[in-house]
């Protein structure tokens, strides 16, 4: 059945699929990014609209395959400034886990636990950890540094309370694009409170404004995530201009990253993001953290959402977990 998608596109899971199979010859091309650009128009949010904009950000996960888990709960975390909704994602060896705090995607503006729902599923049986996706405040209306503070909050709550959610082999912050960037910043901030990550996941992370590095200007206009939308979302969350400069908003600007957690990066050939991501894993090299650094070819910003990639992506994050909560 064919749903009608506020972008001004029909999509359907059964087109992707037949797009994804017609293409599909796996790694290192990843055909099936193919099929969805195909399918994902460029999208200009100031013609489009907030609104309309979540709507159909949330929309392309209603397409994907959803694993069965053991065990899901919408909890709502105490925050300082207010309740915190999240999902708890419990796999099926239960008890005596890693906890995984999630932070999605969407440029501060768009996403929530539903737009995110399907690769948690798979990042929770890959990894056998407690996945707990946060449903941070989103800009315009919560502006910088309201993501920050929720984000941190829920760490701090995953500590609290690692015991009752049977995360006691210790907790990793992982999140995609913006949830990549919030990931890194609560990673810094937990270094200067004392509390000890066992690691960052950072997936196509933002860690600095970036409109001249080589992906940025290559892949900036035609793909996914555009330099103009980029832009805005920036515009959305930041109220002062100065506020780039601030290294919980660009992670890049800090001015020591010695004694970091250790930390998986993971860009896509094809991403504006790119450079910026693998600099990052590079400046957390040279302060002495141990980084794995690893680049998805033939796969575009958001490879994550794609059926197929975004499990074989959840498999080799799962692999990493797995190895870091054994050490």
Known sequence: MEVPNPFGL???????????????????????????????????????????????????????????????????????????PARVYTPASGKNSGGVLYFHGGGFVLGDVESHDPFCRSLTNASGCVVVSVDYRLAPEHKFPAAVDDAFDS???????????????????????????????????????????????????????????????????????????????????????????????????ANDLCGVAPSLVITAEYDPLRDQGEAYADMLAKAGVAVTSIRVRGATHGFIALPGVGGDVASMIGGYLKRVFRS
């Not at 975390?77 to 309740?83: D, H, Q, V």
């Not at 210790?170 to 810094?188: E, P």
Request: proline share 6%; glycine share 8%.
């Open 10 to 84: 029909t999509q359907s899971r059964q087109l992707l699929n037949e797009e994804c199979e017609r293409n599909s010859t796996g790694l290192p091309l990843y055909p099936e990014t193919k099929g969805f650009l195909k399918l994902v128009p460029e999208v200009d949010p100031e013609k489009v609209g907030v609104d309309l904009f979540r709507q159909g950000f949330r929309e392309l996960a209603q397409i994907l395959p959803k694993e069965p888990v053991d065990h899901i709960e919408d909890i709502r975390i105490p925050g300082t400034e207010c309740e915190i």
């Open 155 to 253: 760490v701090v709550w995953a500590f609290k309370n690692a015991e009752k959610f049977g995360m006691t082999r210790g907790i990793v912050v992982a999140g995609d694009s913006a949830g990549g960037n919030l990931s890194a910043v609560c990673a810094l901030k937990c270094r200067d409170k004392g509390l000890a990550l066992k690691a960052e996941v950072l997936i196509f992370p933002f860690t600095s404004f970036d409109v001249v590095s080589r992906s940025s200007v290559e892949y900036g206009d035609s793909l996914f995530l555009t330099r103009k939308q980029g832009a805005w979302f920036v515009a959305q969350y930041l109220s002062r201009v100065e506020d780039a400069l601030n290294p919980l908003f660009s992670p890049a600007l």
